[in-house]
């Protein structure tokens, strides 16, 4: 594994309490390291369609005490196929070194 330089913040799930707070430390953390984060939107569905966006300190103040997760979350079924597997990462590689994900398990 080659040094890391870049991480990529994912939220998949369902939305829970200390997301936002979550999301919040590992940026900050992560650029006080010399990191570049970049937020991926919607889930596993970001990865696929590639929205991901670059972070920076002011993209997380202000977010704690906000419900939810900014970063939202979707359901991907293109994600459960191995070409869809294989398009998200192939879209995390050209944007990020590292993937932090922020999972929560939801009954259906």
């Not at 990462?89 to 990020?96: E, G, I, V």
Request: one cysteine or more; aromatic letters at 6%.
């Amino acid at each position: 594994m080659g040094t890391v330089k870049c991480i990529g913040i994912l939220t998949s799930g369902g939305d829970a309490p200390g997301m936002n707070a979550a999301i919040r430390a590992v940026t900050r953390a992560a650029i006080y390291n010399g990191l570049q984060v970049k937020g991926i939107y919607r889930g596993y569905k970001g990865l696929v369609t590639g929205e991901i966006k670059e972070f920076k300190s002011q993209n997380v103040s202000n977010i704690i005490q906000l419900g939810g997760t900014i970063l939202k979350t979707a359901r991907c079924k293109e994600f459960t196929t191995p070409e869809g597997r294989q398009l998200a990462y192939d879209n995390m590689k050209k944007k990020a070194s590292m993937l932090w994900l922020s999972l929560v398990e939801t009954a259906h």
